[in-house]
């Protein structure tokens, strides 16, 4: 294998000359070249009316001055804003909307201040610092072979002298120690959660747990359910569970909806007679990875997953009509009790929301 | 700037610098370095915006951190912000919003610190496509590459860790679909949700855990990234733009101290208090809007961050495929754009200039920059993959899109979903014609001067359009960088009539050579530069010698 390629780029440029473009009296546009027009150096310095003009550079100064002492004095004004600003106050900016007072003006004060401090820095740099630019060598990236030859010398010589070639069992069973160490590890770090198990297999769902509506938890009857209606839903247990566990892990599996259908809009679902009278519901989590699916179309009763958009058609056992789900939604069967409220036949049949392993 | 005004300070200094002289030696470093020489260029600050952006963020973490509460445990909120009070919510979230209505100048600082945050990620995307486009990755510079790679890839996680502490509906609805994702790995996934969650979502763990990743371990890691990028930077040197003067073995620019001292420490307070006006008229997530986290509601438009957009946009467009065989499942619909997409793209990125180094069997040193139209194959790459990039994070906003232009959301995937095959290779081919049609206008540029819009007339009647040669800096920038041929793999047998040994991947090396360098446009080499230049002269020549004999030349730009 070999490289091709041009080098079209020249050489480096030594000594500076000058190449300005001039222009004749005719406006004809020639150009003076000198030497080596491939090569020329760093283009003449140009100076600055600061350079020149000591008003110009008198100018410059005082800007800078002055942007520093803004710099300076915005911590007094902020300070002054912190103490006199009540942290609740709201005012009404144009453009920006109601906002709070506090927010604002410690924002512009310490932006403000921030800002000039920079910006006097940059300008000094602009305008009074030198602005020739300089040439520096690169220097060999790589050692010398001499330093690369000494280096390898001295490391041979130290393995050499520790005995790490001679000795090959201590170097075997270094190796192996060094190896094995992450192997601590390992128990220490199997408590930070317990073994799956079935846990993702079950809810708190049972047979005969009411449906009560989500926030008021209130039992439910069939004739409360409208057609067309969604209501959210968890069991009537969940708080005592919550209570006891302390944690959202069943309120993460419960929530499910209840819809009211036409019989003869129900094309088909999960079970025989798992709806009552109409009334279907399903697991509001959804299969992709596990968002709650909240928005129902009463027409088509089709639900949507608002994060990625997963469509789930009620009317048909829940099945899968648009976006990256990949399962129907669970259903769960339900019926009623002795007073008439709308409870569970028993828990899902499958394990509700994202899809799993082990989960078959 | 009068010495007598230097003077004392020189002097207060001086004191100083000799007790730490004597103690550490700093002058053997200083004399070295304060003369250094750094190039400048524009671009060069994009990567300055995200190395302050990052110290933004670690003061006002800092601030933070004083007042957050790290905890799910389960309060009833009674603090300043009536709408919410006496519900049930996370001590993180309650104290979030505590930060943001009872602790003076808090809201500021967390709206600093979300600013901040999206800025770091914007300025390393954009340093990064500037380090690409520019050639910038090339030897000897392909580790710092690795470990801009790096920095990325934390960036996004740190980014993530912290817009999901304050454990309000939103961020908790992304750690919903992110413990999804984890769950759906495959064999290890279900282990893996419940380690890190301590048990099933949400738990009670999670938050406390997330906060020690997000204040410890990825910004300990980025500040000692960030360190390594730096001195590799100022060991190798800064690269620079072709130009006068400049070559391979130098480096043009302003000293260390004072210019850029001065330059870059204002640049920093620049950054610092645009983040701080920013946050002072713009608000950035509203957390006490979405209420507190309860795995039973959510907002529809979620939207997460930006740079998470992309992402999130892959698992919208993906679709649902899942494969259910002997007790297992197979969510590929979730595996394949939350971890195989993302694992291949961070993969190619960090492998590409090692890819471009064996197509171009180039071993040298390069410390000029490319202009990204001498690179038609390499640009074409990257506006290929900005162009997936792009169409994943639209696919990402495809419910807003919906919405607010009344379109079938259906439809916008689908569409996206082919676009994302579809659009990137011809955005790749558009490229490629568009650098090598600038490369012939170059090449046009140099042999026959530019266009001055001056019309002669030829005494045989014809009129022409005056061109002038380009000026010599012009020149130079028009004729730097190097024009690659494809490799030949030798074929040819040698004197006893061995065909030499192939070696298993030549055939494919050869491919992507050629599919890099098959179509270059030569540089004029220096006599055809000359032969121009007199044909240029001789036509001026007979220019002026007709302004002479009093033939007035009509001219179309209105007179000198």
Known sequence: MSVNSEAAAPGSGGDQHDALDTQDAHGVETSAHAQNPLAPGLPEHRLRRTDIDPRAAKRAERQVSLLFAIGALTPIIFFIGYVYIPNDKLILIPLIGTTSASNLFLGLTMGLGLFCIGAGAIHWAKKLMPDVEEVAERHQIRGTDAERDLAVAQFNAGVESSGFGQYKLIRRTLIGALAATPLFAVPLLKDLGPMPATLLRYTIWAKGVRIVTDVSLAPIKPEDIPFGGLVSCVPANLAAVEKATGTLNARAKVPVVLVRLRPEEIRSQQGKNWDYQGILCYSKICTHVGCPTALYDQKSHHLLCPCHQSTFDLADSGHVVFGPAARSMPQLAITVDAEGYLVAQGDFTQPVGPSFWERG | ?560
């Open chain 2, 1 to 560: 700037m009068t010495t007598h005004e230097t003077g004392p300070i020189v002097k207060a200094g001086g004191a100083a610098a000799d007790y730490v002289d004597e103690r550490v030696g700093v002058s053997k470093f200083l004399k070295k370095n304060l003369t250094k020489v750094f190039p400048d260029h524009w671009s060069f600050m994009l990567g300055e915006i995200a190395l302050y952006s990052f110290i933004v963020l670690l003061l006002s973490g800092t601030f933070l951190a004083l007042f957050f509460k790290p905890s799910m445990t389960e309060v009833t909120y009674h603090g300043s912000y009536v709408y919410l009070d006496g519900i049930r919510m996370s001590e993180a979230y309650a104290s979030t919003l505590d930060i943001s209505f009872d602790v003076r100048g808090g809201l500021l600082m967390r709206q600093v610190h979300h600013w901040a945050a999206l800025l770091f990620m914007a300025a390393i995307t954009v340093h990064l496509m500037r380090v690409f486009f520019t050639g910038a990755f090339r030897k000897p510079r392909e580790l710092n590459w690795l470990i801009g790679n790096i920095l990325l890839t934390m960036g996004i996680l740190e980014g993530f860790a912290g817009y999901s502490l304050p454990d309000d509906l939103l961020s908790g609805t992304g750690l919903r679909i992110a413990q999804g994702i984890v769950q759906g790995i495959p064999v290890v996934g279900t282990y893996a949700a419940m380690m890190i969650f301590g048990g099933q979502f949400p738990g009670t763990d999670f938050i406390p855990r997330l906060y020690i990743v997000h204040v410890l371990l990825i910004p300990g890691a980025i500040l000692g990234l960030i360190t390594a990028h730096l001195m590799l930077v100022w060991y190798q040197k800064h690269t620079q733009f072709p130009g006068p003067g400049r070559t391979e073995r130098n480096v043009v620019g302003y000293p260390l101290f004072p210019v850029y001292t001065a330059k870059a420490g204002g640049f920093f307070f620049i950054v610092f208090g645009v983040t701080v006006l920013l946050s002072a008229v713009a608000s950035i997530n509203p957390v006490w809007l979405f209420g507190p986290y309860t795995p039973t509601q959510i907002t529809a438009g979620s939207q997460p961050d930006w740079y998470m957009g992309w992402l999130d946009g892959a698992l919208r467009l993906m679709p649902n495929v899942e494969i259910n065989a002997w007790g297992r499942t197979l969510s590929l619909n979730v595996f394949i754009p939350s971890v195989v997409i993302p694992g291949i793209i961070f993969t190619a990125l960090a492998l590409y200039p090692f890819l471009e180094q064996w197509a171009t069997g180039d071993k040298r040193e390069h410390h000029l920059l490319d202009r990204p139209r001498n690179m038609p194959t390499r640009t074409g790459i990257g506006t290929m993959s900005l162009a997936f990039y792009v169409l994943l994070w639209i696919g990402g906003d495809n419910d807003i899109i919906a919405t607010h232009f009344d379109m079938s959301i259906n439809q916008i995937t689908w569409a996206l979903r082919v676009m994302v095959f579809v659009v990137p290779p011809l955005v790749f081919v558009i490229t490629k014609r568009f650098c090598l049609a600038l490369q012939r206008r170059d090449r046009d540029k140099l042999l026959h001067g530019y266009e001055t819009g001056t019309i002669m007339r030829m005494p045989s009647g014809e009129y022409i359009e005056v061109h002038a040669p380009v000026s010599d800096e012009e020149r130079v920038k028009l004729l730097a960088g190097r024009v690659y041929r494809p490799l030949e793999i030798d074929r040819e047998p040698d004197e006893n009539g061995v065909r030499p040994k192939r070696k298993p991947l030549d055939a494919a090396r050869a491919r992507i050579s050629a599919f890099y360098y098959a179509e270059q446009i030569s540089k004029p080499t220096p006599d055809e530069l000359t032969e121009a230049e007199h044909h240029a002269l001789a036509l001026s020549d007979s220019y002026a010698a007709q302004v002479e004999s009093g033939v007035s030349p009509p001219s179309v730009d209105g007179g000198h």
